[in-house]
């Protein structure tokens, strides 16, 4: 005999009464059919289910388990409008993922979208920006403009083109950060929590990069490992402890697939230093190629973690490839090398004796340098998805070198 059962619940937080109807038999392999006469939330459904089972379950009556039968939609906690449409797209739908970065004309954005467009294919891969792209990224591949502050704006992005993966490069460096507070929190805290929301409503794999700038002066700087004291002294580092926190956060209440890797000092001839601290170990090639003399704005014995781009590039596409099992975290070090201006300005001596450097120290840039790692400990990501950095000081040199002489040499020639 049919049984109805009628659950009101009241939520202070909405403001608002919800109502549910179980509609059940009592007869084995049957399934209750669950209809929200309002607004739709996981968690009223999940606490309904528990009390229609103990109901059901209770002295005197000699039913079997309830079985509720629903269909799983990913959700934002954020609260969903009415007349919100939801279609997720599953890898079994696509040969490759479709991938969107924010803050794509950045220092790495161009450059990922590139290895991902080899990977994946050209137009799986979306750049987005607020600034308009130079004529090679534009032709490059998809390119749209992208406002993180927007989050109707975000979330028509990721709907209309049925994004799948979400790299969150957006964000005010360290240097730039300490000069507009105000902007680096809008941009670096508001803008992540609009990101983390539509990658939980649309069921997302999102990669949110940190750095070597997490780190304060109280944590170990010689090796520091992935899990110790942080407490930055930067809004630009407090701005990443925070994202670390949120993804992980996120991926234990909602099951957000977050993944997130702390980057060292990133070196690259492909674009212009970008108001970072360790903007000095890109300056150098360019004002070596061009003019023969470098000011270098840290003390000669500053010794920070660095990287080439193309092994941090590679890392980002590894750790978003790897099998979410193999992941024992959702944030990992990584490193390849550690050097000091003086350092490196001797190896870049060994190809261009003449070079002339010099040191006019910046306080601020010098006092967040000295808060941050002397060195990456690396090992849970080279144990847990086969991390291996392929370029060392003398390979960096020539690399960089060669790349920004190549061009130094074109542009003398036109």
């Not at 392999?29 to 379950?57: D, P, Y």
């Not at 279609?87 to 991902?116: C, M, N, R, Y």
Request: charged content about 20%; proline content about 6%.
């Amino acid at each position: 005999m049919p049984k109805s059962l009628r659950l009101h619940f009241s939520s202070s937080r909405l403001k608002k009464k919800y109502f549910f109807t179980f509609l059940s038999t009592l007869n084995r392999g049957t399934f209750v059919s669950v209809e929200l006469l309002n607004k739709w939330e996981m968690s009223f459904i999940r606490a309904a289910s528990k009390v229609a089972q103990q109901v059901l379950l209770a002295p005197g009556c000699s039913c079997e388990p309830l079985y509720v039968s629903a269909r799983c939609i990913s959700f934002s906690p954020r609260q969903v409008t009415s007349d919100a449409s939801f279609h997720s797209v599953s890898f079994s739908e696509t040969d490759h993922p479709k991938v969107l970065i924010t803050g794509g004309l950045g220092q790495l954005g161009v450059g990922l979208a590139k290895l991902l467009r080899k990977q994946f294919g050209n137009n799986n891969v979306i750049l987005s920006d607020i600034r308009k792209p130079p004529n090679d990224v534009f032709h490059s591949g998809p390119f749209i403009y992208s406002d993180i502050l927007d989050y109707k704006n975000l979330r028509e992005i990721v709907v209309n083109n049925r994004i799948t993966w979400l790299v969150h490069y957006s964000a005010l460096l360290s240097a730039v950060g300490e000069a507009n507070v105000t902007l680096a929190r809008d941009v670096n805290i508001t803008g992540l929590h609009n990101i983390l929301d539509i990658a939980v409503e649309h069921g997302l794999r999102l990669f949110v990069p940190s750095t070597i700038g997490a780190f304060g002066p109280t944590s170990p700087r010689n090796p520091t490992p992935d899990l110790c004291i942080q407490r930055p002294r930067t809004i630009y580092g407090v701005s990443k402890v925070h994202a670390e926190l949120m993804g992980e956060y996120y991926h234990h209440r909602y099951g957000l697939d977050f993944r997130c890797l702390r980057y060292p000092g990133i070196i690259s001839a492909d674009s212009q230093p970008g108001g970072g601290t360790t903007d000095y170990a890109v300056q150098i090639f360019h004002d070596a190629i061009k003019t023969g003399k470098f000011v270098c704005n840290l003390k000669p014995d500053t010794r920070l973690p660095m990287m080439f781009i193309d092994d941090c590039l590679r890392a980002t596409l590894e750790v978003m490839e790897a099998p979410a099992e193999m992941l024992s975290m959702r944030t990992y070090n990584i490193n390849a090398m550690s050097f000091t201006p003086e350092e490196l300005a001797q190896e870049v001596q060994k190809q261009l004796p003449d070079l002339e450097v010099s040191y006019e120290i910046d306080p601020v840039r010098q006092a967040i340098a000295d808060s941050w790692p002397m060195n990456f400990e690396d090992s849970n990501a080279r144990k847990d998805w086969g991390w291996k950095h392929e370029y060392d000081l003398a390979e960096l040199v020539q690399m960089m070198l060669n790349f920004i002489g190549s061009d130094s040499r074109v542009a003398h020639a036109n």
